[in-house]
């Protein structure tokens, strides 16, 4: 099977490096970015299977990103999980839903609890869309 | 001239006579009206040509004026430090109004303070929930990468851990407290939400070795509450009872069903009273057989980041975020040391449904104990 592609958008670098480390040695394929502006450009050529979006970034939000995302028929369906340092989770969730988001991850968070979200929405997306673009 | 001043004729012109001048001599005389006058007496002595005294110049000067003006003088100096002393007076006065308009600016400061608090917590949050996140990830990439982890670096991992963890529900601890605003009310049994708050200190309770006992009045009218926030309330409640008594006690959870019948600060006839009189309402209370509460705390145990607890142990948001919570439901907090002494007692008072199977709150008058 192929390795689950995961694009991580957090302005931190330090943050995307410390999951990216984790992440890969746990068998995932990870691209960072750290630019809310270039996330869509760099989503087009990774072509991800799975993204994590922080909410709260200085130039575009994480909310912008994934309308952006959503817009483009290759990432309608691309599972979108916020990860957010900010204060209210309702209000996280209520432009999570909007915007198509299905979950968010309230920081700090654990590796496994990472893991397990991401295992947790691609076997749903897999029973709920059976012939998706990426195995 | 007054007799009492006779003798000065003695005195005065013998000299004047043998040759001598006398200069501004300061007496009192009586002016033909008969009122007694101070004069300033001159004497010079006229000769003739042989040289011999024969009269003499008298020039006497009615000083009284100079006298009063003298002593008005005097007095005036004297109504002047008095005045100073007013001044003074004012001054002090002064200042002290300054310094109590510069509390009551410290007060509105911090007023001020506790509304920003809000905006404050979300860019705590955001700045110290990353770096929080950062430290856990690194953790865990060590835990998996170390293969064969000795005791302390196990030990090091955990500690690490819990810090992040610690230091996480300070934040969360001001995030309930900033966004403590916003109510899902629905229809709860309190009795219910509190024996589910002890379920959730159960853990603190054995550790302490604190037991607990419930002494709940059934049957009582249900209340429009948030569940999750209430059972902050109690939650927090219970855990400052067990904190008080390291090593161990009795945590005491009562409610009951009450009927407001005197008048308390904030119970009152007219409609704004928070608590009106003939209300029935439901009062928890929560008690412990602990230090009890010093009383140089009291006035302040609301107060945020009010705390005696060691740093790392207690935030002192316990009961701002219990008080903010329960003023949005429009209930009473109070919490003081119980009458006899032997530990503290918080009193939760809010208000109940009029149960539908009837107008009960007009027969089963007052509470029924079991
Ligand atoms: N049952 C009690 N007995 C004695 N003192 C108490 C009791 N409840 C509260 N206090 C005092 O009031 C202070 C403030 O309480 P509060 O719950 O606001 O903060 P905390 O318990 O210190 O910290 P936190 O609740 O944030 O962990 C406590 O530090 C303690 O001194
Ligand atoms: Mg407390």
Redesign the pocket.
């Known amino acids: 099977m192929e390795k689950v592609r995961v694009l991580l958008v957090d302005d931190e670098p330090s943050f995307t490096r410390m999951l990216k480390l984790n992440l890969e040695k746990r068998g995932f394929t990870v691209m960072v970015e750290n630019n809310g502006a270039y996330a869509y450009t760099v989503a087009q050529d990774f072509m991800p299977d799975f993204i994590f979006l922080d909410v709260i970034m200085p130039d575009v939000d994480g909310g912008e990103v994934a309308a952006k995302l959503r817009r483009d028929p290759n990432f309608k369906d691309t599972p979108i999980v916020f990860l957010t340092a900010g204060v209210s989770r309702e209000a996280t969730k209520a432009k999570g839903n909007i915007i198509g988001g299905q979950q968010y991850l309230a920081k700090p968070v654990t590796v496994d609890e990472v893991v397990a979200t991401i295992e947790k929405v691609m076997k749903k997306k897999t029973k709920a869309t059976p012939a998706s673009p990426r195995g | 001239m007054p007799p009492e001043r006779l003798h000065e004729l003695s005195e005065i012109y013998p000299g004047v006579a043998r040759g001598g001048v006398i200069d501004q001599f300061e007496t009192v005389r009586i002016r033909r009206d008969g009122v007694h006058i101070e004069v300033s007496l001159s004497i010079m002595p006229i000769r003739d040509r042989n040289g011999r005294v024969t009269s003499a110049l008298i020039i006497m000067r009615d000083i009284t004026a100079a006298q009063l003006a003298l002593q008005e003088a005097a007095q005036s100096s004297e109504k002047l430090s008095d005045r100073e002393r007013m001044l003074k007076r004012a001054l002090v006065a002064l200042r002290e109004s300054h310094e109590r308009a510069k509390s009551a600016q410290l007060q509105l400061v911090q007023a001020a303070k506790l509304e920003s608090i809000g905006r404050l917590a979300a860019g705590v949050a955001h700045e110290v929930k990353n770096p929080l996140a950062v430290i856990l990830f690194a953790v865990d990439y060590l835990a998996e990468s170390i293969p064969n982890p000795d005791g302390n670096i196990q030990v090091a991992l955990t500690d690490a851990r819990e810090a992040v963890g610690r230091a996480d529900s ?1 934040i969360r ?1 001001l995030l309930d407290f900033s966004t403590a605003t916003e109510l899902s009310p629905s229809e709860q049994d309190v009795n219910k939400l509190v024996r589910r708050s002890l379920q959730l200190v159960r853990h603190s309770l054995t550790k302490s070795h604190v037991f607990a006992v419930e002494e709940m009045e059934e049957g009582l009218p249900s209340a429009m509450l948030d569940r999750n926030k209430i059972e902050q309330v109690f939650v ?2 219970m ?3 067990i ?3 390291p090593t161990g006690g009795t945590l005491i959870v009562r409610t009951r069903r009450d009927r407001l019948t005197v008048m308390g600060s904030d119970v009152g006839v007219r409609k704004t009273d928070r608590f009106q009189v003939g209300q029935s309402v439901i009062v928890v209370e ?1 008690e ?1 057989t ?5 009383e140089t ?1 009291r006035p ?10 060691p740093p790392g ?10 008080k903010t919570i329960v003023a949005l439901h429009g209930g009473t907090i109070r ?1 003081g ?1 119980k009458e006899g002494g032997g ?4 009193t939760v008072v809010l208000h109940g449904i009029r149960s539908k199977e009837g107008q009960s709150d007009g027969e089963g008058a007052g509470p029924t104990r079991r």
């Open positions: 300070v601890g927090n409640l855990i400052n009872a904190d008080a008594m929560v412990d602990g230090t009890g509460i010093d705390a302040r145990l609301f107060d945020p980041f009010f705390t005696t607890k142990k207690g935030t002192g948001l316990g009961l701002a975020v219990c919490i040391n530990g503290a007692r918080a």
